[in-house]
């Protein structure tokens, strides 16, 4: 923005519309358009002889182009902090609906154990920790230990005894 003063061409001066400029610009511009006069800002009629000089104690340019970007910014945060507390209730949700199903397939797992008489060992069924890095362990994740024999039959398949 330009630097406003109390004189000389940058005293500050009002049109009629009320935009304000340095006086010797305003003059300038009204100067340039001869025939049709008229305030850049708002294009309202404008004369020279209603320029008004204004009188201020303290004159300081108040640019407000870094507090419409912070504004901004804040808006654009605004709207990622929602999205993101959509996507986290969507996933606390999923979350659940995991948990739910891991425990019913648990419970369905020591079910069939019971019923073949083999004692389920459901710490083997847990799932891997933040802290557990070890590839192989994520790997036999799912591995069943209960197997007790596998029986060849003479046409080649096979059946296993629990």
Known sequence: GDQYTNSDA??????????LFGK??????????????RCPTCSRAARRREIIKIYAQN????????LDESMKKIENYKKQIEQMGTKIKKLEESNKQLTTENDFLKTKLINNHD????????????AP???SSNLAKRQKLF?????????????????LCY
């Open 24 to 37: 010797g610009c305003i003059e300038r511009w009204l100067s340039l358009e001869s025939g049709n006069q």
């Open 115 to 126: 019923r073949n008489g083999a004692k389920a060992d459901i710490n083997r069924f847990k």
């Open 129 to 131: 920790t933040a802290s």
């Open 59 to 66: 004159l300081r340019p108040l640019d407000t182009w870094k």
């Open 143 to 159: 591995q069943i230990s209960h197997l007790k024999d596998i029986t060849f039959v003479e046409n080649g398949s096979r059946y």
């Open 10 to 19: 940058h005293h500050i001066a009002a049109l009629r519309c009320g935009h």
